[in-house]
């Protein structure tokens, strides 16, 4: 856990590896990194849905989801898409380099309420970084859920992040997996349209289900649009959002919507909460 006398001290980690998911200027890479000190993990516990601001030291540090589960044992993940100066400074990072990590902050996707429910989780792009650690925790306790449905789309089939973890969860027979890319490209042999549309192709039914999704803010805001078109409640759609923010303790202001700091009451919250909100998707 973060030192509470002190919750602007990073922790130090090393990059262990790290690989593009995606290619151009707005490449996504992943990091997994490990603590410097192992003590850490003693007291480190992240759930899905938690972030961690992370940094270089003398640069600064940005607020990124935690990407991996913590059935991932004895590593972090982070996928960072290139944005500005904080994100290209990490990119310039390799295997072997020190970055910073201040977490786990924020609070997280409820997964244990969600146990015996069909889960749901429809990501575009960058997005699918705060859904792998759901994915992944709900396979690794896939005894505890009755279904799981993967939905994602990317504006092309280069743009896919986690392409290999993607294509093990088309060839899992207890994990229906559908993607889709924006526009129709030679060989791509699944669906071609926005993810709200394949939402509707794929039609999830309502029932004992939650449905989670993550993406583009206007690509989030059709997904829901849809998923009550399905006939899903409010409170059974969960969103995250990703105001700008600075502190990321709910110490400085910045992140506020409406009566809610993002960075401490979120990032995840139930569009039942949401809709009560105006400025949410403002
Ligand atoms: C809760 C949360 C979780 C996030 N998780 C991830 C993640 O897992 N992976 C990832 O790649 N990014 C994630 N982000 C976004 C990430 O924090 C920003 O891309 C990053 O701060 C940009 O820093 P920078 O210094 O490189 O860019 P800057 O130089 O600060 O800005 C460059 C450009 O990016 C835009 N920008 C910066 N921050 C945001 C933002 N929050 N939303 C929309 N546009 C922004 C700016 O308007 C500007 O156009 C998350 C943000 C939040 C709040
Ligand atoms: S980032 Fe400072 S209050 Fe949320």
Known sequence: MMDDSNPYLPYTVRIEDAWYETPGDRCI???KVNFTDDKVWDTWSHKPGNCAMVG??????????????????????FS????????QALHDLEAGDLMTVRGPLGNNFPVEEWEGKRIITVGGGIGQAP???????IRANK???E?????YGSRTSSDICFQGELDEFMADQECGCHLSIDVEEEQW??????????????????????????????????????????????EQIYTTLENRMKCG????????????????????FSYETLQKIPEAFA
């Not at 960072?80 to 994100?87: D, Q």
């Not at 859904?131 to 925790?137: K, M, S």
């Open 29 to 31: 890479k992943t990091f």
């Open 56 to 77: 270089k030291l003398g640069i600064g540090e940005s607020m990124f989801c935690i990407s991996s589960s913590p059935t991932e044992e004895g590593y972090l993940r």
């Open 80 to 87: 960072i898409m290139r944005m500005g100066k904080v994100t």
């Open 131 to 137: 859904l792998r650690p759901v994915i992944n925790y």
């Open 143 to 145: 005894e505890k859920y």
């Open 147 to 151: 279904e799981l449905i993967v939905l």
């Open 189 to 234: 042999p699944h669906f071609v349209g926005f993810v709200p549309t394949l939402l509707m192709e794929v039609s999830p039914s309502p029932e004992n289900a939650v449905a989670v999704t993550c993406g583009p803010p206007i690509m989030i805001r059709f997904v829901i649009e849809n998923l009550l078109k399905l006939g899903f409640k409010p």
């Open 249 to 268: 303790i709910g110490k400085c202001g910045r992140c506020n919507v409406g009566p809610l700091y993002v960075c401490k009451d979120g990032p995840v």
